[in-house]
């Protein structure tokens, strides 16, 4: 299973994002993330991450990453500053994906929100 999905957002602020999809720490993908995405991006550059299946709708849902040559700065978002169609994506993924919030760690009530809001 993969730990994570990339997806490229048309939007104003053009950072595309990163959805967790396990509840492992994604501090050890950074990496991984990095070697990905600079063969496209180049050697500088930001990517949001939304890590609701892991931290559910806390203020630490969102982080953003910059990355620098090899060296990564993260950094919390607040949700209010987040595009809402990277919401809206991430909702849509995990309801076609449904097993992936019903198997994780997250309390029934945040399961329902999702799966069923």
Not at 13 to 41: C, G, P, Q, R, V
Not at 46 to 75: A, P, Y
Request: hydrophobic share 35%.
């Amino acid at each position: 299973m993969r730990k994570y999905e990339y997806f490229k957002i048309n939007n104003e602020t053009n950072i595309d994002y990163i959805l967790a999809t396990s509840s492992e720490d994604m501090y050890f993908l950074y990496d991984e993330i990095y070697d990905k995405l600079s063969k496209e991006k180049g050697s500088r550059f930001e990517i949001i991450m939304d890590l609701v299946i892991r931290n559910g709708f806390t203020f630490n849902r969102f982080i953003l990453l910059e990355f620098n040559e090899n060296k990564v700065k993260s950094s919390i978002l607040n949700p209010r500053e987040v595009p809402e169609d990277i919401k809206k994506k991430t909702k849509s993924y995990f309801q076609n994906n449904r097993y992936l919030v019903l198997e994780s760690t997250l309390s029934k009530s945040i399961k329902d929100f999702i799966l069923f809001s």
